[in-house]
């Protein structure tokens, strides 16, 4: 038997390269899909945690705010309910004010505790009769001193009356900054806050302080 040829494309299709040269190295980068999923991951994670640390960092700076808020009204509203106060009995609600930051413990707050006579012959509407101060370290003293005038808001000058004035002071400190930025202290750049509350006398007229 006699076998004819078939005729068809000359060559060994098998011999030549699928692609050649600069063009086909190319298309075969193109699609080789190997390592995209890791490069994305590597691109788009530092955005997302920025994104979580940012969102984690402003929740607990607004929830602090609101804490050192609480303090202030918290320690003028056990002051104003007192009949009369003294040094021990003073310390002792500003411990309790503190207890409110917990669990906050980056740093400790300053509370100043003052109680100011009102009367239009003080030009600035106030002038301070005692004080007593919690300073950070824990240690109390005087706070501003007696005799001194200060400032009273408008709505507060009433002639001849008695305001108590609380002042809370703490640093929010950032969880980045406790190991990063420093003041020219040593101590941990943060913000600042600070909340002024004023409260009348709930049962007398004035609230006196027997060794402030």
């Known amino acids: 038997m006699v076998t004819t040829p078939t005729v068809g ?3 060994n299709s098998a011999n030549r390269p699928r692609h050649g040269g600069v063009f086909g190295l190319w298309r075969r980068y193109r699609a080789d899909r190997r390592g995209v999923a890791a490069v994305e991951f590597a691109l788009i994670v530092p955005l997302l945690l920025m994104l979580y640390l940012g969102t984690m960092e402003i929740s607990s700076g607004v929830s602090l705010n609101k804490r050192v808020a609480r303090v202030a009204s918290t320690t003028a509203d056990l002051v104003t309910q007192q009949s009369a106060v003294d040094k021990d009995r003073l310390e002792a609600i500003m411990k309790v004010g503190e207890s409110i930051l917990f669990p906050y413990q980056a740093d400790t707050p300053r509370i100043t505790i003052v109680g100011i006579d009102v009367d239009d012959d003080h030009a600035l509407g106030g002038q301070i009769v005692w004080s007593r101060r919690m300073n950070k370290d824990g240690s109390f003293d005087g706070g501003w001193p007696a005799g001194d005038e ?3 808001p408008d709505r507060l000058r009433i002639d001849e009356t008695f ?10 400190l950032p969880l980045i900054t406790w190991v990063t930025g420093r003041n020219a202290d040593g101590s941990a750049v943060g913000i600042d806050m600070e909340e002024t509350y004023w409260f009348h006398p709930r049962l007398v007229d004035h609230i006196p302080c027997s060794n402030c």
């Open 150 to 152: 200060t400032w009273v």
């Open 9 to 11: 494309r000359t060559g």
């Open 163 to 172: 305001v108590v004035m609380v002042q809370v002071e703490i640093r929010y």
